[in-house]
């Protein structure tokens, strides 16, 4: 029998796919993609679309739940495309992501792995991200303010998010009531909130056009009667201005770093500690003299290694990321860090033969590593390569190449760097064949 579009087929999940969705196969051998289900959800699924090998559907009826369902927290789950997977229990959600790593570095990366990395669960699964980032649109009839929906297009009307704050915290109202104010008139952007020192709050406001006297008047208004905010920056066609503290810090190995909403920033405190102590004990474990820290951020890596005496090189492209890292290197009196601003795969091929480290640490978009990184250290091989990962795909697709040719898979861990979401965080240790 064939299956079409809108056709009821009935069946029991059995598996996650890597995007959070559950896996459904039918009799005739055809695979059913179903997001927000459980593995052992008995269920009808309603056919959306249908490819030669699979289909994708949605729930049409839960006849029996999975033993590992829960009660999503957030009231726009399924409606919002930022978690995939608050249905399911915490555990259960972090095997599943093992088994995503595991089978992308088996099926992409052609490694001959024997069982799943490890992974290191997240002690906070609420309340736990840095920063988030909302859109907005006022007019003269209405406002909306959210994260985009799975269209890309409609905003969700977004009062509190589980994964950001506990819903004491008052933080994004106090922005959509500063936004919503009679003082200010047609606006059309995005705001990033940030979690910042001292339980304080700051938010970077990135406008379509030049700002009205109100938004400005609205938030300084909010500045001097909510004493946990403590900047606003407001980046405009016009130019940009900062109300409040012009700096902000954040805490990592009991040391302070200078950062910037313009700069990138590891949103779970807690795990981003963790994978910096993964990596100081590795350095400090292949006795490192000389490391090149690519795609280095504000420095806090570059930092902490260097602190051991080692020589430390940093090289990024975000020069407000470079300049807070040499800031941050001379507040610590660590002179044994350098950093430089660059393209990393234009000059990573002369610093592999300048500097010659014995130790290259790669933490790249999640896009991964630029063809020419790849060829520069396969004709320029280092001892030892440590490659950091938001991304399994793009994570195996590098390191089939790497050690196809000159290195060798060592160890690795998964880090639960977001929970609720199908993003995981990959560790991973190579050296010279």
Request: hydrophobic share 35%; aromatic share 8%; proline share 4%.
């Amino acid at each position: 029998m064939s299956i079409e579009k809108n056709d009821l087929v009935t069946g029991t999940i059995e598996s996650i796919a890597s995007g959070g969705e559950g896996i459904l196969r039918l009799d005739s051998g055809l695979v059913v993609f179903v997001p927000f289900t459980a593995i052992g959800d008995q269920l009808s699924v309603r056919i959306l679309n249908k490819k030669k090998r699979f289909a994708r559907g949605v729930i049409h009826e839960l006849f029996s739940p999975g033993k590992d369902r829960v009660i999503p927290k957030c009231p726009l789950f399924t409606k919002c495309p930022g978690c995939q997977l608050q249905h399911l229990d915490y555990s259960t959600q972090c095997k599943a992501k093992q088994q995503h790593v595991y089978d992308a570095l088996k099926r992409i990366g052609k490694l001959s792995l024997q069982d799943p990395l490890p992974i290191r669960e997240a002690k906070a699964i609420w309340a736990y991200r840095r920063h988030i980032r909302l859109h907005f649109i006022k007019t003269k009839q209405s406002f909306e303010m959210g994260y985009y929906g799975w269209d890309n297009q409609s905003l969700l009307n977004v009062r509190t998010c589980p994964i950001f704050t506990s819903n004491e915290d008052k933080a994004i109202e106090e922005i959509r009531q500063a936004l919503f104010c009679d003082k200010v008139e047609n606006l059309k952007g995005s705001v990033k909130i940030f979690k910042v020192e001292e339980e304080k709050k700051s938010a970077h406001f990135v406008l379509e056009e030049k700002p009205s006297k109100g938004l400005k008047a609205s938030l300084e208004q909010l500045l001097s009667t909510q004493t946990d905010w403590s900047s606003f920056l407001i980046e405009s066609p016009d130019g940009e201005e900062t109300l409040g503290q012009h700096t902000h810090k954040i805490q990592v190995h009991s040391l302070d770093f200078n950062f910037s909403p313009r700069s990138f920033l590891q949103n779970h405190p807690e795990q981003s500690e963790q994978i910096l102590h993964s990596l100081v004990d590795y350095t400090r474990s292949i006795k490192a003299k000389r490391v090149l820290d690519l795609y280095s951020g504000i420095g806090i890596s570059s930092i902490l290694i260097a602190k051991d005496g080692i020589e430390v090189l940093g090289i990024e492209g975000n020069p407000t990321a470079v300049q807070l890292a040499k800031d941050n290197a001379r507040k610590h009196q660590c002179m044994g860090s350098r950093f430089k601003r660059a393209d990393v795969a234009r000059v990573i091929k002369q610093e592999l033969r300048q500097f010659q480290p014995d130790l290259v640490i790669v933490n790249p978009p999640r896009t991964g590593l630029h063809d020419q990184v790849i060829n520069s250290l396969i004709e320029v091989p280092v001892k030892h390569l440590v490659y950091i990962s938001c991304m399994p795909s793009t994570l195996a697709r590098d390191l089939h190449k790497l050690c196809e040719q000159v290195y060798h898979w060592d160890s690795g861990q998964c880090f639960d760097m977001f929970p609720h979401t199908q993003h995981v965080e990959t560790f991973c240790i190579l050296s010279a064949k």
